[in-house]
């Protein structure tokens, strides 16, 4: 039984992960760009609100506060350059990203500060709290992956269809994440649904990330289709045991839905956290077992989707400028839908201290 939380700290934590909000893979494909808002919102988490104890209807693609309902724009897409590289913005807010006031906002990390230093005091330090990463360093942070299902409705999309294609080890942490592409067959004509995912390693709630993209394979694409996904299994004390081939995204602490449990001790005599890593059999970078035989599909090239946007560059060039971040009534209109949010967290912030 943990201990005693007084009230007073209970509703200043809840405060503070309002205000921190929480981490996701911010790009032009995604769905929920704007918010829920129902307007272009440049300072808006909405995105990156944490799923726990929820039904599988509402955490799957975060429908519980209408993500899924926000498609990208037309045209827009997450390009998955064949064999290669993509990049997404690792941030707390879209405000600290270049999708937002022309970049002025961005830094090294997803808060629009650099923390210089942060994380340098060890394995044993304490949890990072000047920006909710879940983590007390680079090293134990708990790896991020992105899933592809060759659905081009969202409806259609299942956990058996929506396949891990790479993994990044040691993230979230930095503001740019690179991840890396396998020789992915090409999408339908409407384009792919992708997902990215990640289950935090302790430092807070148990929570994870489920968030929707519409992407597109380019490049000379491969010719072999991708495998149904089975559950991933926690295999760390016996690498035997880790699932070979195509394996599902995690799903994890939600009141139904789930597709892994764990209960004890990792090695490290942490309580255990499903992870996109060697934990759960999870290699780090492009999955290239993921496959059916060649020959299931057929290879073509598909050229890079058209730029619609101008955006800054991923690194910033000049001091932050805090200006023009809207008008007076556009400020309030933002924190009254923050608040808003956050009071629709509050109940599941209250339960889960209840019940640890």
Known sequence: ????????????????????????????????????????????????????????????????????????????FLDLPVNGTFTVEHAVNRAFTTLSYNGTEIAEFGDGEDHPGMGKEGADGDCITAINIHTQNETMAAGTAFAISYQSDLSAVTPE????????????WKRIATYSVPNLPACPPEGCICAWGWVPNGCGLANMYHLGYRCKVVGHTGDAAVAPGQPPVWCEDDPER??????????????????????????????????????????????????????????????????RHKLPSLIPSAPRDRRGRGTAIEVLLEYAHRFLMMAYSLPLFVYYYARV
């Open 161 to 172: 269809n929506l396949v891990v294609f790479t993994v990044l080890y040691h993230s979230p």
């Open 242 to 307: 880790c699932v070979q081939g195509p394996k599902q995204m995690l799903y994890w602490h939600q009141s139904e839905g789930n597709n892994i449990e764990v209960e004890g001790y990792d090695l490290s005599g942490h309580l255990k956290s499903p992870a996109y890593n060697d934990k759960c059999g999870f290699k780090n970078g492009a999955q290239h077992d993921i496959f059916l035989d060649k020959g299931s599909a057929v290879p073509t090239s598909i050229p890079a989707s058209p730029m």
């Open 1 to 76: 039984m943990a201990p005693y939380l007084p009230l007073g700290l209970l509703v200043l934590a809840w405060l503070a992960a309002g205000v921190q909000a929480h981490v996701g893979a911010w790009h032009i494909g995604m769905y929920c760009l704007n918010g829920t808002s129902g307007r272009d919102d440049h300072n808006t988490n909405d995105a990156v609100l944490p799923l726990y104890n929820m039904t599988k209807e509402n955490w799957w693609f975060h429908h519980d506060n209408g993500c899924d309902q926000f498609p990208p724009e037309d045209g827009d």
